[in-house]
Nanobody, 124 residues
Framework: QVQLLESGGGLVQAGGSLRLSCAAS????????MGWFRQVPGKEREFVAA????????DYADSVKGRFFISRDNVKNMVYLQMNSLNPEDTAVYYC?????????????????WGQGTQVTVSS
């Protein structure tokens, strides 16, 4: 069992930065694949970034490559998403998720634990 709580969302101007944090609890966190997803009303939840349980491997959606960076601290049970050069198309609710079963996935259906989400709004 893993509980997840996101924070760090808010309103930022285009070109600005935000750092999302995800606090995790539960014994399986340190061995879980962790991901960030986002969703806007009327659209499906989409993959943003994922990081392996060791932190040695990561992957990003093409739309955020070079701007967003995912990291984790297995001692503090935290996952982070550093978001730079934000643009209005990044506006969404951002979710932290844990996949305790598979070695790697970018599909939301593979992730079995989810946070409640944090709103990110980028103004033009």
């Amino acid at each position: 069992q893993v509980q997840l709580l996101e924070s760090g969302g808010g309103l930022v101007q285009a070109g600005g930065s935000l750092r999302l944090s995800c606090a995790a609890s539960g014994r399986t966190f340190s061995t879980s694949l962790m991901g960030w997803f986002r969703q806007v009303p009327g659209k499906e939840r989409e993959f943003v970034a994922a990081i392996s349980w060791t932190g040695h491997s990561s992957d990003y959606a093409d739309s955020v490559k070079g701007r967003f960076f995912i990291s984790r601290d297995n001692v503090k049970n935290m996952v982070y998403l550093q978001m730079n050069s934000l643009n209005p198309e990044d506006t969404a609710v951002y979710y932290c998720a844990a996949d305790s079963q598979s070695n790697w996935s970018t599909r939301p259906t593979e992730y079995d634990y989810w946070g409640q989400g944090t709103q990110v709004t980028v103004s033009s």
